[in-house]
């Protein structure tokens, strides 16, 4: 039997260039670590959907599941999981987050 949830995670991810799984919003961020992500996609001036955990159990730890990935914040890039917090401000300090998103097309190539 298919997990619904599975399904809206796979919907999200799939029609989104750029997921962020978050507690709370872009706008409103509601942990540091969800914030110190969003303010890193912000920075690159990239588009993003933001989706809350915190207003649904069932996605918050689906989500988990799904990627077999204890924490959140989680972010998806063309379909594909990046990581957590740590994991994507690593890659915006190293240079890596930038590569990514030049290669998916998402931001131009300086």
């Known amino acids: 039997m298919t997990n619904p949830v599975f399904e809206t995670i796979e919907n999200e991810i799939n029609n989104n260039d750029i997921v962020l799984f978050m507690k709370g919003n872009a706008q409103f961020p509601q942990c540091g670590f969800s914030s110190a992500v969003v303010q890193v996609l912000d920075y690159m001036g990239v588009e993003y959907k933001d989706i809350n955990v915190l207003e649904d159990g069932e996605m918050r730890e689906g989500i988990k599941e799904y990627t077999n990935w204890p924490t959140i914040p989680q972010l998806y890039v063309k379909g594909e999981f990046v990581g957590g ?7 915006f300090q190293s240079g890596e987050l930038k590569e990514l998103f030049e290669e998916k097309g998402l931001i131009k190539a300086a």
């Not at 917090?85 to 890659?91: Q, T």
């Open 85 to 91: 917090c740590d994991i994507v401000r690593e890659m």
